[in-house]
């Protein structure tokens, strides 16, 4: 089935609004109105709210780059110097930071919370930044959403540990989890961006050597191709109120560090989505990565009908984060929420 509707054929990315979970053989490039489902982005029409307009304006004023050289030590000092400003999770909340060998999980429960339920969190930045620091204002809402134990990962980063450290790193992770947790009904991966794309090489690896795999994986605006081919980074790049696509070359270098960019453990776009779980994909209208999202999920649809894609209209990279402040960040979440149950335990 569809599992939302567009108001009008999709001719690109720029234009594309659907959300689909497909059962049928209807290509989301093709589909057509066929009344309202129960719930997703454009249930709730195409018209972004006030904070959403605002906060697009404020992100390509303050946070788009221009064309000058990307420094990514001035990248992670910038954004050590925001940690600050990020917001506190509440009191019903806790966070714990859990030392497993060389790895370190940041878990994140809630009240709602079940024992049982866990979720290994990847987050983005390129492979070049970020912490699981930085997402406390949001690892605590997923929690919350799928009613889970969060465990965000430190992983590698590059240019220091180039690729395969952070795949190596997830794939440790993940069987730290899985010793304990057994029940991989009850078990899911999830990630934003590079960390998205880092989720999706995860289920791949795992396929391969024979690993349980978990029970679904949620990926928002992944970054699935480092070959850089996707159409909707010309297309949308002055659309995209966030990245840059001429920054992009740059850091697939730092951390391909000379390997093939379309070796499917760093772009899973080029590997055989055979055999993986249930994949949820989020991902935004104008995004320069949104064809990397589209391509992906219309490859996973081709193996499990459960594939789930929203594409939201007008959001900016990974617009989930923005949930202190934007009302379509609180849905998406919610969305998130509601796939997880669909599929898992």
Known sequence: MIRECCHSPIASSRSRTAAWSTNDRVSASACACRGRPRSG???????????????RLGIRFFLKRGTHHLDIETWRKDMRATEKFVPRPPARSQTTKVNAGRLTFHRVTTEASRAERHVLYL??????????????????RIADAVKASVWALEYRLAPEHPFPAA??????????????????????????SAGAGLALCLLLKLRDDGRPLPAAAVAMSPWTDLALTGLSLTSNAAADPMLNA??????????????????????????????????????????????????????????????????????P???????????????AIAQIGEFIASVGG
């Open 123 to 140: 987050h983005g930045g390129a492979y070049v930044s970020g912490a699981p620091a930085y997402y406390r204002h949001f690892t605590w």
């Open 41 to 55: 982005p454009t249930e709730r029409g195409s018209a972004m709210s006030l904070r959403a307009e605002l906060l």
């Open 246 to 315: 001429d920054d992009l070359p740059e850091l697939a270098r730092y951390y391909l560090a000379g390997a093939d960019p379309r070796t499917p453990y760093a772009s899973p776009l080029y590997g055989d989505p055979a055999g993986l779980p249930p994949v949820m994909i989020q991902v935004g209208s104008d995004e320069i990565l949104a064809d990397d999202a589209i391509r992906m999920a219309e490859k996973l649809r081709q193996h499990n009908p459960r594939t789930r894609l929203e594409i939201w209209p007008r959001m």
């Open 317 to 331: 990279h990974v617009w989930q984060l923005f949930v202190p402040v934007l009302p379509e960040a609180h849905r």
């Open 167 to 192: 795949l190596e790193d997830a794939v440790a992770g993940y069987h730290w989890l899985l010793d304990n947790t057994p029940d991989t009904r009850r078990l899911f991966v999830m990630g934003d």
